[in-house]
């Protein structure tokens, strides 16, 4: 007889977040959950009835987004009670991407032990926090959820300050006291969403805070798709022509951009006065992957490189 592979329940998925772990992080809410801790800030992900997704589709979501996060992070509902999908997903996850992996569990370190499959679970996680969630304990912020919950670190990637200073335990070894050894250096230093390879911080993110001025349209045309995807409507119509620029930027319900490609460049240099800059813009709707393909027109205004207008082409 020969099955099939158990797919993923899925409750939500997210390509791009700032506030489930150090870096920039896919972060994956597995659905279902039967611990029932009481007053769980996420009721709506216990029942069993989610999307259901293979671990090869979830492996190429997350494989599209390339070099613009850090890592991802596993919640729920509870992801242990999935272990299988789960696992093999970490295990792609682990073999094929330099990614980082953060796993939120209500079990306890003691229950988790006591798994079949622990010690490979262990394998492929660089951090876990483990136990029920106490309403009474609960933080403010941060993924630990409340402050009950340990923290242990299975690789050398991320330090105790990395992850909000909770103390933290590696298996056969003391606590770790805060700052010592691993590679906490990573956190924060997500590439640019316009890929080019440079930090955020140091790419795009110096014209998002207004340090620097976009020297070509290419350039400019790299933060605004950068912009995009923070939602940054500000920078967006602050370098909008005014005669094309709408009232806002409308975010809701719109697609997660992953990926920007330059097709090709007109003119639109530093010693220019006017560029053009064909793009393939790649993006999520949902968890359908999609293309969007542009040829867009820029301009100096006031001596800055400004959008115009954009045609979008159609069936290829």
């Known amino acids: 007889m020969t099955g099939t592979r158990q797919p ?21 809410w597995l659905q279902g959950c039967t611990l029932g801790c009481p007053g769980c800030f996420a009721p709506e992900t216990h029942s069993r009835y989610g999307r259901e997704v293979t671990v090869d589709e979830m492996f190429a979501y997350i494989a599209m987004l390339g070099g613009r996060i850090e890592g991802v992070t596993i919640s729920g509902g509870e992801p242990l009670q999935q272990f299988r999908p789960l696992l093999r997903l970490l295990s792609r996850i682990r073999e094929e991407t330099p990614l980082s992996v953060l796993v939120l569990t209500g079990y306890s370190w003691d229950e988790i032990v006591r798994m079949p499959g622990a010690a490979a679970l262990r394998e492929r996680v660089d951090v876990l926090f483990a136990g029920r969630y106490e309403r009474d304990l609960r933080l403010g912020s941060g993924p630990r959820g409340s402050s009950n919950k340990t923290l242990h670190l299975f690789s050398d990637r991320y330090t105790v300050s990395d992850l909000g200073g909770a103390s933290a335990h590696r298996p056969g070894i003391s606590p770790v006291a805060p700052g010592a050894g691993g590679v ?39 933060s605004r798709f950068s912009a995009f995807t923070r939602e940054d409507e500000a920078y967006l119509l602050t370098t909008w022509h005014p005669a094309t620029r709408p009232d806002r930027v409308g975010f809701e319900d ?18 220019d006065d006017r560029g053009v800059v064909e793009f393939r813009a790649h993006y999520l709707d949902g968890s359908a992957p999609g293309e969007l393909h542009e040829v867009s027109r820029f301009v100096r205004h006031d001596g800055a490189w400004v959008y115009v207008r954009g045609k979008v082409i159609a069936g290829d």
């Open 8 to 28: 993923l329940c899925v409750h939500a998925f997210d390509p791009f977040s700032e506030t489930d772990g150090p870096g920039v992080r896919a972060v994956l």
């Open 254 to 271: 719109g697609p997660r951009w992953t990926r920007l490609e330059i097709v090709r460049t007109e003119d639109g240099g530093p010693d």
């Open 184 to 222: 906490g250096q990573n956190a924060g230093m997500a590439r640019c969403p316009c890929g080019v390879g440079d930090r955020y911080r140091d790419c795009c993110g110096r014209l998002h805070r207004g340090e620097a001025s976009a020297a070509t349209a290419a350039e400019l045309m790299r």
